[in-house]
């Protein structure tokens, strides 16, 4: 049994939301499209309403089953999509698609895919963590012109607000007069390395949406359910690593939204269901003090280049 809306509810720039959400780069063609479109209903019977996506998911292809899914689309749902530090379409280098014309461009992509007249909210990926240059080397276009980019989209009425992903402090202080309404780093359990920057989303009222929310298979994001105290502790709540690492996250920080994505409708209601789970004052210190492993940049950009 799930909580309605999962995990309570959060701010989202203007919208209130579910705290725990649904990341779809997952439903591409490698999934049946029932199934990835079970998966989507599924979250919005659940009280789902804030899913992540981007055009350059399987070249367009999440985005039009989003929309063969669930459109028309609920009022209350929030579809959020990220633009720059990825080609939207094609083997382009990733330079490229940090150029003004190239986030315009790949917000027409979400409008048409979508099927709609706004998206909601989208972020700024920078990928620009280390120094000045991603880990092919590509130059990083000036953020101030990136932004004024995002600002005209806004205000054209084609976006509603403005995020920001896989950024630094600086570059997220520097953002923060666009009027930034949430800000998607890496981020879990066993990995906080930007603990500065989730400090400072709840510093200014933003939201924070960690993605590899449970670690992944590169280098610096070990898997948070394989964990020795977090399978203990799933252990003594009767419940899986998982839903302890998705839990710990929402306990962690109130502004918290989780956008965590599965292509299985048992696996997400598994998520969902860690919503309801509540970790006592010793097992959130047991979690708390688990030694975090830093992870490099070439992770990120190595997770980022199998998925162009």
């Not at 939207?88 to 986030?103: E, F």
């Not at 006592?280 to 199998?306: K, W």
Request: aromatic share 4%; charged share 20%.
């Amino acid at each position: 049994m799930t909580s309605s809306p999962p995990g309570g509810t959060g701010t989202l720039g203007e919208h209130t939301v579910a705290r725990i959400g649904y990341g779809a780069m997952g439903l591409g063609r490698q999934l049946p499209q029932h199934d990835a479109a079970a998966v989507l209903r599924r979250a919005v019977e659940h009280g789902v309403n804030h899913i992540d996506t981007a055009s350059f998911y399987d070249h367009g292809v999440v985005n039009r089953r989003i929309r063969d899914a669930l459109a028309p689309y609920a009022d209350d749902l929030v579809i959020v999509s990220k633009v720059g530090a990825r080609p939207a379409t094609g083997p382009i280098p990733l330079a490229l698609a940090q150029h003004p014309a190239d986030l315009r461009a790949a917000v027409e992509l979400d409008l048409a895919g979508l099927g709609l007249e706004q998206i909601p909210v989208v972020n700024l990926r920078r990928a620009d963590i280390g120094p000045g240059v991603t880990a092919t080397g590509d130059q990083i276009v000036d953020l101030d012109d990136q932004l004024a980019e995002m600002i005209a989209l806004r205000d054209e009425g084609k976006i509603g607000a403005i995020g920001i992903s896989t950024v630094d402090a600086d570059t997220l202080r520097r953002a923060l007069p666009a009027g930034i309404v949430c800000v998607q780093n890496a981020y879990n359990l066993l990995n906080r390395t930007h603990e500065d920057e989730r400090a400072l989303c709840t510093e200014h009222g933003i939201a924070w949406v960690p993605y590899f929310p449970l670690g992944s298979g590169f280098p610096g994001f070990p898997k948070v359910a394989e964990n020795a105290v977090v399978q203990r502790i799933a252990a003594e709540l009767g419940a899986t690593g998982a839903q302890v690492g998705l839990a710990w996250l929402l306990a962690h920080a109130p502004n918290t939204l989780l956008i965590a994505g599965t292509t299985s409708v048992a696996h997400l209601e598994q998520n969902l269901a860690a919503g309801e789970i509540r970790l006592n004052p010793t097992q959130l210190a047991e979690l708390d003090a688990i030694e975090t492993e830093l992870a490099d940049g070439d992770g990120v950009e190595a997770f980022l280049d199998e998925r162009r």
